[in-house]
């Protein structure tokens, strides 16, 4: 440390200590040589900070050429690496291991940890002891810290430090070390300060010039400190970014499809996406934000404060910290509550985002529907409703930052001034009416003088340093009160996803818990069987709810195929979503095969972003069919065997990429469904209009396709022409009930056959009538005779102008 108040000390002092004090100089000019003297500690801080700059530049090199040469390694051992851009593969440890494209046909490889389901199990329980205890604990609003913002922030910080000795910890205690480094980098500037107007008033150009070369040389580790925190700051945003998401994406995306069960209850949670992307960023940067912008002053006001109470006495400390305290207390009074006002516009950026997305999404309906006029009207609406939130914070900010201004920047700082001032008023050495007669008195009254100005410069330079640190603190109130915000909206999405993976979890029942008593029994040999299962949507009304289909009892064995048939918005999806797991089972028991062996075709083919292979092979990767196998070839195999080979001649090859729900057309989006269930070759696969879009010899052929496989299906259909791929029927009825037919039955055989001979009955009379019809249409066409003779019959005399007369 630059000790100043020895060198003041040193001033006091005769010629010899001053010899003394020029060997602290960090230049000496002796025997016409400019000596550096390396235990100057400016010259040593200087030195220290070169060197740890050199240490920690030669470190991130080093570390930057390992990386290098390693994606240099890959990208030689991966043949193609284009081919595994999209693909990541589980790695013996459970850990994913996945590609991420860097420049053209690069990849980088970047290891995710498994994750750890049982400490997500134990978390659940903070989540829900944290919503009891807020049932019981009446709410503390209005305050800084509300003990609700601490509970939440604590139990949140358990992901975003999940044990000691990890990166996030590593950034934060250096963190803490450059906050120190600054505080007391600050105190040498302020005692320096002094230094140099006491000697720009004693006009010691040789003094002055030394200090000056001291400031120069602070500044170094100044600079760097400040740089220091900045980079911290965002690498420790960054990290607690990235444990957070991950912990969010392994709840959010995992076997119980919590994405799908959040978006039925959009009661407690709306506009997920927005939670996700953009409340975790904004909370992660506003929490690692004020570590520095809370930590600093926070550090500042301990320093100075110890420093002021050596000059100033106790007496001013306390004066001045009452000051803060009473200030404090009333701008927080006249705090808007920011929180709240931030969490509504991020609510309100998601709706607006939202909307846009969805026209994005939809472009081309509402294109077809020429519906931009309504879109645009519901996009305006989201946008005012979201600038008149914006305008309305602008409006509340106003006249707080006027009395945040007003208190803070001047009112401290004059504080500051009457105490910086205090000593240079009180100075009882020498009193005004002692008049120095001597020339040595007046000397001394000189020196005396100086050393007030130096020691005023000092004061006033901390007082002003507290005021700011003060105020910084105060200023950070808004910051904290943002950060309330952000952490109860990432609190609430976490809570959420907790709710959701319990094996209770009510789907928002208005009863508050889980009246869903259905049983599922996997794994399930002989086919599929229903036993007294009633179809219920999930809601607030829980199994209350009226059911869409009452009381299914039924069985459809091994290698049988079933067709369910109904009207629309009869249940028929509903049915396959029970299956699924999607929605509850609130009665009843469902036995069915492992969620392995089915495989689901919905109503509209979802295609992934990806080249064509990926939309063969979803949901797998090309590393998985690799590892299964699977090449190239097979896949082409499968699209002969779909009528699709000529895509692959279309497209050039497998791995082009495109954006294929525009790409394909209606027909071969379901014929690529097909291919998709063949790769997957399932037990069962549940069809829901998958065949509505292609012509009746293809859907004949692709029926005849899947029987050839063995692949056991049940389809959902309108259509009761799909009954000859099929072995029973389920008819749901208008009102709930429903029918089921065996097709392989005697009786209904018979009355296939009795239906068949009706119907081609029918089909004869109706050759009939159209003959009759073209006999009308060539007679009236003037060709009466020629009828006449093929059907030897006489016709009347064809309508003329001369026999047809009114
Ligand atoms: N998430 C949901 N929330 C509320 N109601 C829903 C939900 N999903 C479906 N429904 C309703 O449940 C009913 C049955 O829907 P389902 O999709 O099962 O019909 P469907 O028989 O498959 O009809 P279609 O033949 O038109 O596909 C419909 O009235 C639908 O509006």
Redesign the pocket.
């Known amino acids: 440390m630059i000790n100043i108040s020895r060198l003041a000390h040193y001033q006091r002092q005769d010629l010899k200590n001053l010899m003394l004090l020029l060997q602290e100089f960090v230049i000496t000019y002796k025997d016409n040589k400019v000596k550096i003297n390396y235990q100057s500690r400016p010259v040593i801080l200087f030195l220290s900070t070169l060197v740890a700059t050199a240490g920690f530049g030669a470190y991130f090199t080093v570390r930057n050429i390992l990386t290098k040469y390693n994606e240099y390694v890959l990208n030689k051992r991966l043949a193609r690496p284009a081919l595994i851009r999209q693909s990541s593969t589980i790695l013996k440890n459970g850990s994913r291991e996945i590609f991420i494209p860097k420049g053209k046909n690069k990849v980088s490889r970047i290891i995710i940890p498994k994750p750890n389901l049982d400490q997500y199990a134990a978390d659940k329980y903070l989540y829900k002891n944290f919503i009891i205890n807020q049932e019981i604990q009446s709410q503390q609003r209005g305050t800084i810290f509300s003990s609700k913002f601490l509970s939440q922030l604590a139990i949140i910080w358990r992901i975003l430090i999940p044990k000691f000795y990890c990166k996030n910890t590593s950034l934060l205690l250096s963190q803490c070390f450059f906050l120190l480094m600054r505080t007391w980098l600050s105190l040498l500037v302020a005692k320096l300060d002094g230094q140099i107007v006491k000697n720009l008033i004693a006009a010691n150009g040789r003094k002055f010039s030394r200090d000056l070369i001291y400031w120069l040389l602070i500044a170094f580790p100044a600079s760097y400190t400040n740089a220091a925190i900045k980079y911290l700051d965002s690498r420790l945003s960054l990290g607690f970014r990235t444990n957070l998401t991950r912990y969010i994406h392994d709840m959010y995306l995992d076997k119980v499809m919590a994405y799908y069960k959040i978006s039925?209850n959009t009661n407690d949670i709306q506009n997920i996406d927005q939670y996700i992307t953009n409340d975790v960023a904004k909370f992660c940067d506003t929490l690692s934000g004020l570590f520095s912008s809370m930590g600093k002053p926070f550090i500042d006001l301990i320093f100075f404060s110890v420093y002021l109470r050596d000059n100033l006495g106790t007496g001013a400390i306390i004066g001045i910290f009452a000051n803060y305290f009473l200030t404090a207390a009333l701008l927080r009074r006249a705090t808007p509550a920011f929180g709240k006002l931030s969490s509504r516009r991020t609510h309100l950026e998601g709706a607006y985002f939202n909307d846009q997305l969805n026209l994005m999404t939809n472009c081309e309906e509402i294109g077809f529907y020429k519906g931009s006029i309504i879109e645009k009207a519901k996009l305006q609406e989201s946008f005012q409703n979201l600038m008149s939130h914006v305008n309305k914070e602008i409006n509340i900010s106003f006249p707080y930052s006027i009395l945040e201004d007003y208190v803070l920047k001047y009112t401290w700082s004059a504080w500051g001034y009457i105490f910086a001032g205090l000593p240079v008023f009180l100075d009882e050495i020498w009193p005004a009416q002692d008049k120095p007669d001597t020339k040595a008195d007046k000397k001394a009254v000189a020196a005396n003088e100086r050393q007030n100005m130096r020691q005023f410069i000092i004061n006033k330079r901390l007082m002003l340093s507290l005021a700011d640190a003060g105020s910084r603190l105060m200023y950070s109130i808004k910051d904290v009160n943002q950060l309330t915000g952000y952490t109860d909206r990432v609190f609430n999405l976490l809570t959420n996803l907790h709710k959701v993976h319990s094996p209770r979890y009510n789907f928002g029942s208005a009863l508050g818990f889980s009246d869903i008593h259905g049983t599922i029994q996997n794994n399930y040999n002989d086919g599929i069987r229903f036993e007294k299962i009633s179809v219920i949507?999930p809601?607030s009304l829980g199994s209350e709810n009226e059911p869409?289909v009452e009381n299914l009892n039924f069985q459809v064995s091994h290698n049988k195929n079933l067709l369910i048939l109904?009207s629309?918005?009869?249940?028929?999806?509903?049915i396959a979503r029970i299956i699924a797991g999607l929605w509850p089972l609130y009665r009843g028991l469902l036995s069915k095969p492992n969620d392995d062996d089915i495989f689901y075709l919905p109503?509209k083919t979802y295609f992934t972003t990806g080249n064509l292979r990926d939309q063969i092979i979803y949901p797998y990767t090309y590393n998985d069919i690799l590892e299964m196998g699977y090449n190239d070839d097979f896949l082409y195999h499968i699209l002969r065997e779909v009528k699709l080979e000529y895509l692959l001649k279309r497209e050039g090859n497998f791995n082009v990429v495109k954006d294929w729900k525009d790409v394909f057309s209606g027909g071969e989006k379901q014929r690529m469904s097909i291919a998709r269930v063949l790769f997957k070759n399932p037990k069962l696969v549940i069809l829901d209009?998958s065949t509505n879009a292609v012509s009746t010899d293809v859907e004949d052929y692709l029926f005849e396709l899947l029987q050839k496989k063995k692949i056991t299906f049940i389809t959902?259909s309108?259509r009761p022409l799909l009954m000859k791929y099929h072995d029973f029927i389920l008819e749901i009825e208008e009102d709930s009930s429903w029918k089921f037919h065996d097709l392989t039955s005697e009786e209904n055989l018979k009355s296939i056959d009795n239906e068949i001979n009706e119907i081609e009955d029918k089909l004869a009379q109706v050759d009939k009538w159209e003959k009759r019809k073209s006999d009308i249409e060539k007679y009236l066409d003037g060709k009466y005779e020629d009828i006449a003779i093929e059907s030897s019959i006489e016709l009347p005399a064809p309508l003329t102008s001369q026999n047809c007369s009114r």
């Open positions: 039925l949507i809601s869409l109904g629309n918005g009869c249940g028929k999806t509903s109503q209009e959902l309108h």
